[in-house]
């Protein structure tokens, strides 16, 4: 599936692939970039850090919003994903959480190196997401 994108979209999915390139997976072969833009036009790249405890691993969607967020931003309003596989893959749950926590109408831009790509809205990814009690 390929949906027509933006200038502004094809830029941030040139910059996922191009941080894809920088993962570190040597446990799954699977490198993921990611790039997110900030609501004032900065993009903060990310890319999967495996570890051999697999549970302290770090997907690019999480690398590339905790670079943002170090760097003072909290407002965002797209992010591209894109991996090694042959389609569109989508940000897994814990990502969705974690992004879901800034922008719940953020562009989410699923993308592959065969030029597939997949437009949605992080709410319609996550539905019912988890809020705090405060």
Do not use: W
């Not at 933006?6 to 040139?14: F, M, S």
């Not at 790249?45 to 670079?67: H, I, Q, W």
Request: proline share 4%; net charge positive; glycine share 6%.
């Amino acid at each position: 599936m390929k949906n027509k994108l933006n200038a502004a979209q094809k830029k941030l999915v040139k910059k996922a692939l191009e941080a894809r390139k920088n993962a570190y997976a040597p446990y799954s072969n699977f490198r993921v970039g990611s790039a997110i833009e900030s609501s004032d036009g900065k993009i903060f790249v990310g890319c999967n850090v495996e570890d051999a405890a697999y549970s302290t691993t770090c997907c690019a969607e999480r690398v590339a919003l905790f670079t943002a967020v170090c760097a003072g931003k909290k407002k965002f309003k797209r992010i591209a994903v894109a991996s090694d596989a042959d389609g569109a893959c989508p940000p897994c749950g814990t990502c969705r959480q974690a992004l879901m926590e800034f922008e719940r109408d953020m562009e989410v831009i699923m993308a592959s190196p065969k030029g597939h790509t997949k437009l949605m809205r992080l709410a319609d990814l996550l539905p019912e997401p988890f809020h705090s009690l405060r």
